[in-house]
């Protein structure tokens, strides 16, 4: 089996690559490393390529045969969508729309989509199933709902089979310290956290401790990033017996408060995590926990770090390996 990675130079699809070649499966990796490392491809093949030019992405399936796509390209930042719906409309929808039609050109009828929760907008419930009404608060969150929408149109008129996997709050590094979590500017809280705490960044910023939750911090599910990554592969077995456009949940199903997660960050590094508390981060909602029943139903979907500090500790243990390099 050959699949082709796209955004294969970042942090979940990094992880991706190296989980599929660690199965003897071949990987080839797109990436037009805007935010993605160079250094973080070190299992198979980098094609430099930007999905926003559907010529380049013709003569990158012309060249080579592949039996799926893995789609994690993608802009990701909130804010960054808000100040810029343009570039995420272009890149998230538009790039992917050029994907989808040189994989039906070139006859490729298998993909796994990197979605999102910010799918659902504002939590209704205390965790959130399939089922949960998707009203997107911002353009990250609509540009992956699009492309959603997108996939069950053409698993209904091309035949096209997807599944779109809706990652709650991706943490955590590869165990064996080659590669983890790195972007520029860095906004999320683990690493931030970590940073912090080694003195290789800032103090942490703690955005808002006056939501409605039991310590006033906000509330999120932590899914480490190879748990993400058997998802993936364990999706595409899926989509052998089952065609069409599907989707599932994936989180642990716990919640940990910004503040547990500052302390739990603390036990493991061994070092206080200098911070202070700032107002509320705007489109941060209280709770987002995931309910992931289905993915474990129909997928077989059995994450190994159901608990922070070990999922932590893969995180810490990367950005040793980092300060080691410098
Ligand atoms: N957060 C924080 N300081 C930071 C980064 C994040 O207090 O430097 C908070 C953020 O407000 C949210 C939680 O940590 O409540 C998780 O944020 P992150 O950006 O990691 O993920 P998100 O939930 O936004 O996808």
């Known amino acids: ?178 590669i983890g979590e790195a972007h520029d500017p860095e906004t999320h809280l683990v690493p931030n956290a970590i940073k912090a705490a080694l003195g290789t960044g800032p103090a942490l910023t703690l955005f808002g401790d006056d939501y409605p939750t039991p310590d006033g911090t906000c509330i999120r599910d932590y899914v480490h990033v190879d748990d993400l990554a058997q998802a993936h592969l364990l999706a595409l077995d899926y989509l052998d017996a089952n065609p069409g456009a599907h989707a599932f949940n994936l989180g642990n199903g716990q919640g940990f408060s910004v503040r547990e997660v500052i302390a739990a960050v603390a036990q493991v590094a061994g070092r206080a995590v200098p911070h202070s508390v700032a107002p509320r981060r705007p489109g941060d909602p209280a709770v987002l926990v995931a309910s992931s029943d289905r993915a474990r139903a129909r997928l077989g979907w059995r994450p190994e770090y159901t608990k922070l500090a070990p999922i932590l500790e893969t995180a810490l243990r990367w950005h040793f390996s980092q300060d080691d390099k410098q």
């Open 1 to 178: 089996m050959h699949i082709l990675v796209c955004g294969g130079a970042g942090y979940i699809g990094s992880h991706m690559a190296r989980w599929l070649a660690l199965r003897d499966i071949r990987v080839t990796v797109l990436d037009d490393l805007s935010t993605g490392h160079r250094s973080f491809v070190q299992w198979g093949d980098l094609i430099e390529a930007d999905i926003r030019d559907p010529v380049a992405l013709d003569r990158v399936f012309a060249a080579q045969r592949f039996d799926a796509v893995m789609h994690f390209c993608a802009r990701s930042l909130v804010g960054e969508s808000v100040a810029d719906p343009y570039s995420y409309y272009a890149s998230n929808v538009g790039g992917t729309l050029n994907l989808l039609q040189a994989m039906r050109t070139h006859d490729v009828a298998r993909l796994v989509f990197s979605s999102t929760a910010a799918v659902f907008g504002h939590p209704q419930a205390d965790r959130i199933d399939e089922d949960h009404p998707q009203k997107p608060i911002n353009p990250y969150g609509a540009s992956k709902l699009m492309v959603e929408r997108i996939l069950a149109d053409a698993a209904s008129a091309y035949g096209l089979r997807s599944v779109a996997l809706r990652y709650f709050n991706a943490a955590g590094a590869a165990p064996d310290g080659t």
